[in-house]
């Protein structure tokens, strides 16, 4: 069954310090995202991304954060200095035609010290 | 802003029972409606969805209701089984095709063998 990957599993950064997050969405997939859920919170949308363009963002995505999809199976999240309140769980997402459903990565947890 | 209230925050039913979580959501222009099923350490899995245009869907011992006008949703399991114990969310999206979706702050539920 085909499915979202994320890399690393887990990540710790020092405060200030920028960080890459690694996804390779469904192969055939057009739609992009990238959510986050801080321990025990519920999860956040963060920015969705079609056609090499953010199609929506929310407030939490501030000039820190670019995303980019430098070839054809990456999709990449950038966190420009990271603040301790980034330590997170992010979630890429991936879905295809317009009527169906997102798939979910496993995630990267991200802790900034 | 856009919201969506999930109830309860944690369920704890017996083996064979039926567990319901209900939602409601703030955005009138909302018209999918996804549930999922997070284990621990894992990213959000959808379960089952629903879409504006129909009231009730039913999966096996799964079944999700909608009532637009009250702006109502909820979810249904029955025959509980231990396996069945994780996080659900419920969301509210305007559509899958690059929308955000939100999401609910999650039921922990818990199935007593």
């Known amino acids: 069954e085909p499915e979202v990957t994320q890399t690393p599993s887990h990540q710790v950064t020092q405060m200030g310090q920028e960080v890459i997050l690694r996804c390779v969405p469904i192969s055939n997939h057009l739609y992009f995202y990238w959510y986050r859920q801080i321990l025990g919170q519920k999860v956040e949308f963060l920015v969705s991304?079609?056609?090499?363009?953010?199609?929506?963002k929310s407030e939490i995505f501030d000039d820190q954060f670019s995303v980019e999809r430098p070839d054809g199976s990456n999709f990449t999240l950038k966190i420009r200095s990271t603040k301790l309140e980034d330590s997170a769980m992010y979630f890429c997402?991936?879905?295809?035609?317009?009527?169906?459903?997102?798939?979910f990565g496993q995630g990267t947890r991200l802790t900034v010290v | 802003g856009e919201n969506v209230e999930q109830h309860p925050s944690t369920l704890s039913v017996q083996e064979g029972d039926s567990a319901v979580i209900k939602c409601t959501y703030s955005?009138?222009?909302?018209?999918?409606f996804p549930w999922y099923k997070q284990e621990l350490g894992k990213g959000p899995q959808l379960i089952i969805d629903i879409r504006s245009n129909v009231g009730e869907k039913k999966d096996q011992r799964i079944a999700v209701t909608l009532n637009k006008t009250a702006k109502h949703f909820s979810l249904h399991i029955t025959e509980t089984q231990p396996e069945d114990s994780a996080v659900y969310f419920c969301a509210a999206s305007r559509g899958t095709g690059g929308f955000k979706t939100i999401f609910g702050a999650g039921t922990r539920l818990f199935v007593k063998a």
């Open positions: 991304f079609y056609n090499n363009e953010i199609s929506e």
């Open positions: 997402a991936s879905s295809g035609q317009t009527n169906t459903e997102a798939f």
């Open positions: 955005d009138s222009a909302s018209n999918y």
